[in-house]
């Protein structure tokens, strides 16, 4: 297992890239009976406030654990992760291990489409909003162009 890390620049447009592969999937469920088509079509996006000392472990802990389809990206003390086959139940399930690591619990957001958004700037906006109400933090970078 190795995830990659990517330039921040990147992270907006590899969410919409990831639900634009997913609403394009043209697979027939009927004649490919073995895979598990309602994970194929989730994503969650995880958003966490790190400390300033916190951030090499866990880029390090992020590289070794997490499966090589999954993304992440660090900006400042913000930490995004890019889970594409992921629900709600696996997002928590990594942050619950990123709390063991760190010692104590995140502040965290999590947004999965399709049941929070219809696309990726709807999704990114949830985000957004989000850390406004919760956190009082404005996530502007990841507001995507029009």
């Known amino acids: ?13 590899l969410v919409r890239h990831e639900i634009g592969r997913i609403a394009r999937a043209d697979i ?3 004649q490919i009976d ?12 995880i958003f966490i406030l790190l ?7 866990v880029r390090d802990f992020l590289a070794q654990t997490l499966r090589e389809s999954d ?20 997002a928590l399930h ?6 063991e690591l760190l010692g104590r619990t995140v502040p965290e957001i999590i947004v999965t489409y399709p049941e929070e958004a219809s696309d990726a ?11 406004q109400m919760r956190y009082g933090l ?7 162009p029009a």
Do not use: W
């Open 28 to 30: 027939s469920r009927r």
């Open 51 to 57: 400390r300033d000392e916190e951030k090499e472990g």
């Open 94 to 99: 990594i942050l619950g291990e990123l709390s």
């Open 1 to 13: 297992m190795a995830a990659e890390e990517l330039c921040f620049e990147d992270f907006p447009g």
């Open 121 to 131: 700037l709807q999704l990114l906006e949830k985000m957004h909003d989000y850390a």
């Open 71 to 90: 993304l992440f990206s660090i900006k400042g003390n913000h930490l995004y992760l890019l889970l594409p086959m992921t629900d709600r139940e696996g």
């Open 34 to 45: 073995r895979i598990d088509f309602d994970r194929m079509e989730q994503l969650s996006v």
């Open 138 to 144: 404005k996530l502007d970078e990841l507001l995507l």
